[in-house]
T-cell receptor, first 112, second 111 residues
Framework: KAGVTQTPRYLIKTRGQQVTLSCSPISGHRSVSWYQQTPGQGLQFLFE???????NKGNFPGRFSGRQFSNSRSEMNVSTLELGDSALYLC???????????FGPGTRLTVL | DQQVKQNSPSLSVQEGRISILNCDYT??????FLWYKKYPAEGPTFLISISSIKDKNEDGRFTVFLNKSAKHLSLHIVPSQPGDSAVYFCAATFGNEKLTFGTGTRLTIIP
């Protein structure tokens, strides 16, 4: 089975721009979660989607949004980028509501 | 409020010896716990999990122990190998709640 894939792997943007990141979960997985990792901050939870509905949300501003499609693929959008948004953005999928999450390789976003 | 804590930011262990990584939690609702391993610039890799109905789960060189009364879990790696050098995260959840991660422990295996 193919693992979680994320595109693009690397992205460079400037302040004020917006960005869309994509995640394809493992086949059959219906839950997709997004995380932000910055040096010294660990893994910060952004949101989780299950069957196209946002089920959980972290403490991030409204500039961060997401959605999930009927094929379970998910996108994350960040508008009005700030320097502090530079981070590794990770997507994870899981089969069941309680079970291991499997992570993709991440998208490295750099905001200049 | 950090509900999952890994109080040791780093740990160094001689190759072949046992590595013990610790994790404490405060939320008594947590009933499912996981350990992940992460290399730089990669996504975390799932290692092992344990449900609160058990106190031990083993998978090859990896064993996770859960002490519910102390709200403490630990990951034992025996024997430690150079490829085990990475950052290890513990995580906890219950029901449909999100995974809550600890801040990680950097494990260095000394050849």
């Amino acid at each position: 089975k193919a693992g979680v894939t994320q595109t693009p792997r690397y992205l460079i943007k400037t302040r004020g721009q917006q960005v869309t990141l994509s995640c394809s979960p493992i086949s059959g997985h219906r839950s997709v979660s997004w995380y932000q990792q910055t040096p010294g901050q660990g893994l910060q939870f952004l949101f989780e989607y299950f069957s196209e509905t946002q089920r959980n949300k972290g403490n991030f501003p409204g500039r961060f949004s997401g959605r999930q499609f009927s094929n379970s693929r998910s996108e994350m959008n960040v508008s009005t980028l700030e320097l502090g948004d530079s981070a590794l953005y990770l997507c994870a999928s899981s089969l069941a509501s309680q079970g291991p999450q499997y992570f993709g390789p991440g998208t490295r976003l750099t905001v200049l | 409020d950090q509900q999952v804590k890994q109080n040791s930011p780093s740990l160094s262990v001689q190759e072949g010896r046992i590595s013990i990584l610790n994790c404490d939690y405060t939320n008594s609702m947590f009933d499912y716990f996981l350990w992940y391993k992460k290399y730089p610039a990669e996504g975390p890799t799932f290692l092992i999990s344990i449900s609160s109905i058990k106190d031990k789960n083993e998978d090859g060189r990896f064993t996770v122990f859960l002490n519910k009364s102390a709200k403490h879990l630990s990951l034992h790696i025996v024997p430690s190998q150079p490829g085990d050098s990475a950052v290890y995260f513990c995580a906890a959840t219950f029901g449909n709640e999100k995974l809550t991660f600890g801040t990680g422990t950097r494990l260095t295996i000394i050849p």
